[in-house]
């Protein structure tokens, strides 16, 4: 098991409740340069734990926090790989579906010569991940966490989306911050009405709405200027992160001031999980008592330490994170 620094403040603070999508990705590394050219014959794919809300409550685990997460797999042996993974960095299962009618999400990532990723799609109308039912959802759970993290991937389909905001209602009911990872997934460029519709609901119950400025939040908005479409989203309620890359983020807060937070310069190795490992630095430096302005500093820092290294999560600890941050 991993071990982890606990908290300073007080441990209710350091629980988190993330309900999504979780699944296994399988990475495939293309040749770096033409010295490393290869057969393609002799790449050998390796699975890691993924999905926009696993990598997420993988991340706040490392990072000392305690994790429950609500997801669903199938009764396949992606789902027990993935649970095993889960457990082994001390993310608590124990609300976890099983299905027998569903196949437990994998995704084909392939890492260019650049670190740039690239998903290799499988029709995922019956993966377990978007049918996640909603009498499942714990309000004790809920109720007894610090922070509610969601994602709007697959938000158009299955049972996954009631689930959601049944969670999210929940919390608001509460008073416990909730925060959303747009993740909008949509072909062409173009966000079907009825998608649209089921996030806008999301978005309503979120005091956080995090996404990436070019893909997903100009898309939601129908904005290409960031700061312009980061103001149409917040609408004054909702702190918008505007994630820009390798130029950092933009952080619009309800008052409609917006401020801009530069990246940690690093050497790109692979992007992939870049914007679940910053959800997961921005959330526990709030955990921690934390100015947003802070949190997204730290969110931009644990990105960093993310597409620095192969893999979504294995460099990232507290010690790293602070060696980063310390310059």
Not at 52 to 77: E, P, W, Y
Not at 107 to 120: C, S, Y
Request: with cysteine; glycine share 8%.
């Amino acid at each position: 098991m991993v071990s982890h620094t606990s908290n300073p403040m007080d441990p209710k603070l350091s629980q988190v409740t993330v309900i999504g999508d979780a699944g296994v990705d399988a990475i495939i590394q293309l040749p770096k340069s033409q010295k490393d050219e290869t057969s393609f014959n002799i790449i050998q794919p390796t699975l890691s734990p993924g999905g926009t809300a696993g990598n997420t409550s993988l991340s706040l685990a490392r990072l000392g926090h305690v994790v429950k997460m609500f997801f669903a797999i199938g009764s396949d042996s992606y789902g027990k790989y993935l649970l095993s993974a889960l457990e082994d960095t001390n993310v608590n299962t124990e609300h976890v579906h099983v299905s027998a009618d569903h196949f437990t999400l994998h995704v084909n990532v392939i890492i260019d010569h650049l670190g740039e990723r690239h998903f290799a799609g499988n029709p995922y109308e019956n993966w377990a991940s978007v049918n996640y039912p909603p009498d499942k959802v714990s309000h004790e759970a809920i109720t007894k966490s610090s922070w509610l993290h969601t994602t709007g991937n697959s938000f158009d389909r299955g049972t996954t989306p009631l689930s959601t905001i049944r969670s999210m209602t929940i919390a608001k009911q509460h008073n416990i911050p909730i925060s959303l990872d747009l993740n909008l997934r949509s072909p062409n460029n173009q966000l079907p009405t009825q998608y649209k519709q089921a996030i806008s609901e999301a978005i309503e119950l979120a005091d956080y709405v995090l996404g990436s400025a070019d893909d997903e939040i100009a898309l939601y908005t129908d904005i290409d200027e960031p700061s312009q479409a980061a103001l149409a989203l917040s609408a004054g309620t909702r702190t918008v992160i505007s994630r820009l890359g390798s130029n950092g983020c933009l952080v619009t807060a309800p008052s409609g001031e917006i401020t801009h937070i530069p990246s940690y310069q690093v050497k790109v190795v692979d992007t992939l999980g870049a914007g679940d490992t910053y959800n997961a630095g921005f959330i526990s430096a709030k955990l921690d008592g934390a100015s947003t302005i802070e949190a997204a500093r730290r969110g931009n820092a644990i990105a960093a330490l993310c597409v620095a290294s192969e893999g979504v999560t294995e460099n990232i600890t507290i010690e790293s994170m602070q060696a980063l941050m310390n310059g």
